[in-house]
């Protein structure tokens, strides 16, 4: 008897009359000692599906249409969770069932400190006394390679890094040794590095415990790294299901076979990477380039660019950046972290240079930085022979028109209170460019189309768009005011792998339109290999290698370097 069995499940949802289909008639099973992945874009449906197990699904406004779904701990004993009353539900969650949902800092409490919230659920299932429970949850922390775990016990969720966070929500869904364990995507943010801790530990916990687990992703990659078995969603329907072997090495769908060719780690620099529509029968929107021009040119120019004086757009000297933590009696700071160290590089006009390396190495600060977003504390930062650092703030005017940011978290940019229209027509009247409303709705809606969008999305709402669309508005955000310069800060890493092909395509094509210089920031190699002409290598706030974007991935000099490359989920079985 299995462990989980799904059967026919459909699931609607009904809000103000409109129904949307959110999964028809999906049928699969998870066995003791299992891991199975759910795999599929975002809207697919494995989240609905991990959520309808653990019945944490409003109702409304879902409905369930028809299905079952039969949770067997025993071979004596099965229930029907759609079926079962409040308190057998409670008993399951947590206890029998748990889940490791995909952000720890909204999933954790931030007024609970970390022990606090791993003793909870044991105080509530177990019947053990507090001093007991705080014991196990030191030792949960232990077995979850946590440093310090003693003193991570008193800390709250926000003094944690992101992939310490992963581990306590790891903790607190572990400790009560489920038999079914639901991870909803855990690593899909983390840096490489962090993601094959976390990988290596769910796997090797799962065995320990001999438990069942479904495990939700949207990279088929991480997939080969962890899985026994893979179902591929589409559109709330299962496209297909097999072992991991059989989908890798002769997949059917031909959904299934778009996701195993979009990632960039099998194409060249600067190859067009395939998208969904290339292998489903879906309508293209039209490009914002003519056909006949696109074939004049080949995609990708392959001519190295030449790294003279002339060329150089930006040079960084000696640059350092500090925090400090709260001042002393007499205004000394009791303690000063640098997080970016005596850090000099120059960038050239019409490249694109990735700067990689893992989460706390002064990536994303450097990026900031360079805008005087936040203030260096020595050294120079030269935009085109003008030095910015020397230039009080209120100066800067010009510079925020030729530098823009493309930020990580493209929803928490846009103003959730405004249109995306009215976002993007925002600097055009900071800057006073358009005199009149009419002219600015047509700039606007001209860069959106650029972006693959429509004219009629002008007047929604951030939050009714996905997350691939909410990031093309934020990159036609960032070109209304036709920048020479732009700071890429890990803007596609949160990113389904499809919708990640479609916004790195995008950014390849408006380069060659715009001819903007980039700075590509990211903490995935592979990803940075396929965009950058050159690559700087950051660690711990210096820049530890640098060289072109193939001597970097194929041939690293440093044991770091080396570490970054070996920890990317290949998605090639051994």
Known sequence: MPLLSIQNLSVDFISADIVTPALKNISFTVNKGEIVALVGESGSGKSVTALSVLQLLGSPPAVYKSGMINFSESNDHEIDILKAGNREIQNIRGNKIAMIFQEPMTSLNPVLTCGNQVMESMLRHKKISTKEAKQQTINWFEKVKLPNPATIFNRYPHQLSGGQKQRVMIAIAMCCHPSLLICDEPTTALDVTVQKTILDLIRELQRQQNMGVIFITHDLGVVAEIADRAVVMYQGEIAEQNTVKEIFQHPHHPYTKALLACRPLLHKKGERLPVVSDFMNIKKPEPFETKAAQAERPYADNKEIALTGERRLLAVENLCVKFYSRKKLFGRPSSTV???????????????????????????????????LIEPDSGKIIYNGADLTAKRKDELGELRKEIQVIFQDPYSSLNPRLTIGSAIAEPLKVHRLFHTRLARKEKVIELLQKVNMQPGHFNRYPHEFSGGQRQRIVIARALVLHPSFIICDESVSALDVSVQAQVLNLLNDLKKEFGFTVIFISHDLSVVRYISDRILVMKSGKIIETGTADEIYFNPKTEYTQKLITAIPKGILN
């Open 338 to 372: 640098t997080a970016v160290d005596d850090v000099s590089f120059d960038v050239f006009k019409g490249e694109t240079l990735g700067l990689v390396g893992e989460s706390g190495c002064g990536k994303s600060t450097l990026g900031r930085a360079l805008l005087r």
